[in-house]
């Protein structure tokens, strides 16, 4: 059913939540994860318009997603990753466009109607670009 997970990370602690899931999932089903951060720092942002360095931000993205990677690796799993750069929800609907992925896997936050609405969020600005069945698991409340 399932052949390719992308999972969105943002390099926090929510990220621990959705990868218990899917490493689960693709373990299942046999299926690739990949993985992807998108830097929306303003060098992020700019970087190909004003031809930039990537910063020190990006590479310590960079860095994340590979222990990530490695971290799955180790569990028996088939992983890539990804750092994108921009606006979150349109970065993540177009690499997994691009990269042909079956599932968008990411963990949410579990915040109210109005503060979603004050807010936003990258996961519901995705179900509205996005033609890919989306995966959503509620990261557990930050602890005290």
């Given at each position: 059913?399932y052949?390719?997970?992308?999972v969105?990370?943002?390099?926090g ?12 999932l693709a373990?299942?089903l046999?299926?690739?994860?990949l993985?992807?951060?998108v830097?929306?720092?303003w060098a992020?942002?700019?970087?190909e ?11 310590e993205d960079?860095?994340y997603?590979?222990r ?5 690796r180790q ?10 750069a ?12 691009r ?10 936050h579990g915040?109210s109607?109005?503060?979603d609405?004050?807010?936003?969020t990258?996961a519901t600005?995705?179900?509205?670009v996005?033609?890919i069945?989306?995966l959503?698991?509620r ?6």
């Open positions: 059913m052949k390719r997970i992308l969105p990370l943002e390099n602690p929510a990220d621990a939540a959705i990868l218990t899931h899917v490493g689960g373990k299942l046999g299926a690739q994860v993985l992807l951060h830097a929306d720092g992020a942002r700019n970087m318009q004003l031809n930039l360095r990537e910063s020190q931000e990006m590479k960079r860095a997603l590979e990530m990677s490695q971290e799955l569990a028996g799993i088939d992983v890539d990753a990804v750092l994108g921009g606006d979150p929800a349109t970065e993540i609907a177009a690499t997994a466009e990269e042909k992925v079956d599932l968008i896997a990411m963990a949410t915040h109607l109005l503060s609405v004050v807010h936003g990258t600005a995705l179900r509205h996005s033609r069945p989306i959503m698991v990261a557990p409340a930050p602890g005290p």
